[in-house]
Each structure stands twice: as structure tokens, then as C-alpha cells.
């Protein structure tokens, strides 16, 4: 069972992001995170703005997916989405920015659709910074 792999695959629009084997999976969903082993059982799943935590030989990596829906089928989990990030593909500065930004415009008092819009790029953001911050690291698989 230890050499059981889970296949991750994560489609774009542009294309696939991961296509490769993990032995673990962790996912923000809609109602929280869910963590996924090969051999899950088979479901559908809601994705949220978060971060997937990708475990591979006692190695973490981490990838910020924006949204879209998972499908778990035994030893395969594909994730459709509209964005994917890994941490080299985020320009930091800009996600700082852009944080900073919506943190004041939500300070104002405007209609609701415009502090919603405003929450979600927030979200976004914080998202982007701590995955642009990521440094690959090993994982204590007895902990």
C-alpha cells in the first residue's frame, strides 16, 4: 500500500498544470480542506481560492488554485479550474499591491457587489503571497 501513488491532474484553460503522482493531496474546498489518499473514495468536490499542499517522498510543495470543481475516482484526482499558480509563477510584488488595495478600498463604504468583488481579491491575494513564499520543504513522515 505504502507504493500506491495518487495521480493529480489540474486542468486550465490553458492547459494542464500537474499532471503527476503525489501520495498526498490537500485541497481547499468550499467547506474546508479535504485531504485525498489513493484509493479515496469517489466523489465531487467544490474547490475554494486556496492553497493545495501537494506531499511527494516526504517533500510539501504548494499551489495556489483559484476555484473550480475536483473529481475523486480511486487513485486519481482531476481539478478543474480557472487559474493555477505555482509559487514562480506569482509575481509577489504585484500580489502585495494588490492586497493593499483592496484592504483600503474595503475600508469605504460602497454597495455590496463592490466590497464583494473586493473580498474575493483580498482572498486572492493572501492566496498569492503565501504561495509566492513557499520554499519546498521535507516532510517529518513520522510526525
Known sequence: MADKK?????AT??????DKDYDMVIMRCTDGDMGVLPGHESTSVILDYGIMRLFEDGVE???AVFGGIGEIDGDTLTILTHSAQWPEDIDRDLAQSDRENAEL????????LDIRRDQVLLRRALVQIEVGAHVVANVDKDA
Open 105 to 112: 478600498r474595503l475600508q469605504e463604504k460602497r454597495d455590496d
Open 6 to 10: 495518487l495521480r493529480l491532474k489540474v
Open 13 to 18: 484553460p490553458a492547459g494542464f498544470k500537474v
Open 61 to 63: 510543495h504548494k499551489i
